[in-house]
Nanobody, 124 residues
Framework: QVQLVESGGGSVAAGDSLRLSCTASGRLHLDYAMAWFRQTAGQGREFVAAIDWSGSDINYADSVQGRFTISRDNAKTTVYLHMNTLTPEDTAVYYC?????????????????WGQGTQVTVSS
């Protein structure tokens, strides 16, 4: 069993920055990719960013490219999402996800383990 715990959400003004963290625990017995998704009311989970086990293969959604940075610290079993130049359109619940595979994926269906989500609210 694997548990994911996100932190770092909050309410900020447009143009501000936030850093989300997600720490994995439990039976982490294989290499694993991690990703961030976000969801607004009535919508499905939208891909934000993903990182493979080595940290060398990183993918971003077009909507966050150049503003968000995903990184990971395998020693701390933690993935981060640095979000800069936030806009009201970034308002959502942000979820981290984990898949036991060294390669990263963009579809939520590829990920088995999910955190509980952390709310990010950006006011104009």
């Amino acid at each position: 069993q694997v548990q994911l715990v996100e932190s770092g959400g909050g309410s900020v003004a447009a143009g501000d920055s936030l850093r989300l963290s997600c720490t994995a625990s439990g039976r982490l017995h294989l290499d694993y990719a991690m990703a961030w998704f976000r969801q607004t009311a009535g919508q499905g989970r939208e891909f934000v960013a993903a990182i493979d086990w080595s940290g060398s293969d990183i993918n971003y959604a077009d909507s966050v490219q150049g503003r968000f940075t995903i990184s990971r610290d395998n020693a701390k079993t933690t993935v981060y999402l640095h979000m800069n130049t936030l806009t009201p359109e970034d308002t959502a619940v942000y979820y981290c996800a984990l898949k036991f595979n060294q390669y990263s994926f963009k579809s939520p269906e590829d990920y088995r383990y999910w955190g509980q989500g952390t709310q990010v609210t950006v006011s104009s």
